[in-house]
């Protein structure tokens, strides 16, 4: 009877989470791993191998976060002009990506600020597709807990990055470089994973007035 009971349990708290829940879920947890080996180091390393001043580290956070607010409004009004969100969502995935590599690879500080700027925009233009694309293929009875595993998911990315980034200074002696490098892995893996094993659910536009002409 316990055993019964446990297994009704287990199941209730799986259903609902679908493929495409389980692989979002998947690259959030990547690209938080990802982003969190690489950004608790960038202010140390734009002010103590770049040189750059305390206040331009200001000035890179405050237009990164700015960008941000900004595309993930105009990306989830773009995906619902559209009808489409995966592509979006890949090349979210992929501004982000390729800016762990030139991360590595910059030599003066305003290149910093430049990626800085790239990535945050891949981070706004990923994020309402994404929520859309998790909320079009759950019951809406689940989307509670689809979106509930999908934010742990991330939030337990934001755990194990940093403390990857320790392990790595240690392994690298403190070769900021050499960990950003190890850092495009999972951001790489992301795309990949997004790319072959997540599935577009095609929304209903029958009966739906098409806009006028202009």
């Known amino acids: 009877m316990n055993a019964q009971k446990k297994s009704l349990e287990k199941k209730n708290i799986l259903t609902g989470i679908t493929k495409n829940v389980l692989v ?106 994404r929520d859309a694309l998790i909320a079009d293929c759950t019951e809406p009875d689940c989307r509670g807990k689809a979106f509930g595993f999908n934010r742990s998911m991330d939030h337990l990315g934001a755990v194990v990055g940093p403390l990857l980034a320790f392990l790595l200074l240690l392994l690298f002696k403190n070769n900021y470089r050499a960990v950003f490098w190890v850092a495009t892995i999972p951001a790489a893996l992301c795309v990949l994973i997004l790319s072959v094993f997540v599935s577009e659910k095609k929304r209903e536009t029958e009966g739906v007035a098409a806009p006028p002409s202009p």
Not at 48 to 53: E, F, I, N, P, T
Not at 76 to 81: M, Y
Not at 109 to 125: E, N, P
Request: proline share 4%; net charge positive.
């Open 24 to 129: 979002l879920s998947l690259v959030s947890f990547l690209t938080d791993v990802s982003t969190e080996i690489v950004y608790p180091l960038l202010p140390i390393f734009l002010t103590s191998v770049l040189g750059a001043s305390i206040a331009f580290v200001g000035l890179v956070e405050g237009i990164a976060e700015t960008t941000s607010s900004f595309w993930k409004l105009f990306s989830g009004w773009l995906s619902d002009r559209l009808n489409k969100r995966k592509s979006i969502v890949v090349i979210g995935y992929t501004l982000s990506g390729i800016t762990r590599p030139l991360i590595a690879m910059a030599t003066v500080a305003w290149q910093i600020l430049v990626v800085r700027f790239v990535d945050r925009v891949g981070k706004g233009v990923r994020t309402s597709p």
